[in-house]
């Protein structure tokens, strides 16, 4: 689906039965608005813009309201993710800026068998509702998603919403947009830091240094936002700023 103008989608159901890809993308930058639609079947995935090089996802300008994608099952291969941080079939590909308003992403599963990644371990491809990928930017508000991934150079922030299990690869010693903020509101069950190398530091004097910046994620849990599990995945505290107010349930695999 290619629009050459602003396109406002509204009071249809996308009812797929494809092992290729649904894309809605647009030809300068148009505004693609969907409202009040419902995706279901089977498809490769749905992505909201194309794939560009490098840079350049942000040309996408996508709004969506009420929309639904919910048991549906993601027919492609899954994705190799550098080294060992996740093998991954996602549904619905946020590319630009995407805002989203009492949307539901739900129940998403997968034909993809297990791989082996490139430690020469078998790994199963773990479905995903939803993803942000890099230099890109989604903003949900009064949504439920049952999975979410988030790439190292993506900008997530989430407000009033409710998650099952996020895993993210956001980090801070990159190059802008690199956030993901759990806002107020937000209730997730359980997050998984997860990153391709750690922090270093060096104490001179009793004063801690950064000598070696990590692939570590800039999680921001704020207050007002609930996570029943932070899993750190090896990394330190200095990886997640947890506000006052925050509720966190419990906390697994922090590095000392």
Same mark, same amino acid.
């Given at each position: &689906? ?11 159901? /996308?009812? /797929? ?16 608005? @969907? ?12 992505? @909201?813009?194309? &794939? ?19 048991? @549906? ?13 996740? &093998? ?60 979410? &991934?988030?790439?190292?150079?993506? @900008? ?44 270093? /530091? ?55």
């Amino acid at each position: &689906y290619n629009f050459t103008e602003d396109t406002l989608i509204e009071n249809k159901v /996308f009812a /797929f039965n494809t092992n290729e890809a649904a894309t809605f993308t647009s030809e300068n930058n148009n505004v693609i608005t @969907m409202n009040d639609v419902v995706f279901s079947g089977r498809v490769q995935y749905i992505a @909201m813009g194309e &794939y560009r090089e490098k840079g350049s996802y942000i040309d996408f300008t996508n709004v969506m309201t009420n929309v639904r994608a919910e048991n @549906m099952v993601v027919d492609h291969p899954g994705i190799e993710n550098v080294k060992a941080i996740d &093998y991954m079939a996602p549904l619905v590909f946020l590319r630009g800026v995407s805002t989203l308003e009492n949307c539901s992403f739900t129940g998403t599963t997968t034909t993809a068998g297990p791989l082996t990644d490139n430690y020469g371990d078998i790994r199963e491809v773990l479905p995903y509702d939803c993803g942000v990928p890099n230099n890109c930017e989604a903003i949900f508000n009064n949504c439920t998603v049952d999975r979410l &991934y988030a790439w190292s150079h993506s @900008m997530i922030t989430l407000t009033n919403s409710t998650l099952k299990y996020i895993r993210c690869s956001t980090h801070h010693n990159s190059y802008a947009p690199a956030h993901l903020t759990i806002g107020e509101g937000t209730v997730v069950d359980e997050i998984v830091v997860s990153s391709s190398g750690s922090a270093k /530091f060096t104490t001179v004097n009793g004063k801690k240094t950064l000598t070696a910046a990590p692939w570590s994620p800039s999680i921001i849990i704020k207050a007002g936002a609930r996570v029943n599990r932070l899993d750190y995945n090896g990394r330190t505290a200095e990886d997640v700023i947890i506000e006052d107010g925050a509720i966190i349930g419990e906390i697994v695999n922090l590095a000392e």
